[in-house]
């Protein structure tokens, strides 16, 4: 069973940083690939990054340079580093599991996910 919970979001202005957190009370990090996507009203979910089982790491054009995903597989946690926020970051960002064994920027892909937290930047 697996079971993501997001945290972290909230509101900062163009160039500040926030730092997503997801947590699994299942067993997410046993060979499945994690990731980040985000979704804004109107529009469709878009990958942000993932990261694999062993460690391959896919970041969209968008945020490579800016943010940075990792996970702490002790404590069962997935991160998402943002910094340099654009307005154009803002949006509803999703934590998500799969193990079908592709891990890159599909939302298709993904069998589980979160409840979202809403990253809002303001200009």
């Known amino acids: 069973q697996v079971h993501l919970v997001e945290s972290g979001g909230g509101s900062v202005q163009a160039g500040g940083s926030l730092r997503l957190s997801c947590a699994d009370s299942?067993?997410?990090?046993?060979?499945?690939?994690m990731g980040w996507f985000r979704q804004t009203p109107g529009k469709a979910r878009e990958g942000v990054a993932t990261i694999d089982t062993d460690g391959t790491i896919v970041y969209a054009d968008s945020v490579k340079g800016r943010f940075t995903i990792s996970q702490d597989n002790a404590r069962n946690i997935l991160s998402l580093q943002m910094n340099n926020l654009k307005p154009e970051d803002t949006a509803m960002y999703y934590c998500t599991a799969t193990w079908n064994g592709r891990c890159v920027l599909v939302q298709a892909d993904f069998d589980y996910w979160g409840q979202g937290t809403q990253v809002t930047v303001s200009s």
């Open positions: 299942g067993t997410a990090y046993l060979g499945y690939c």
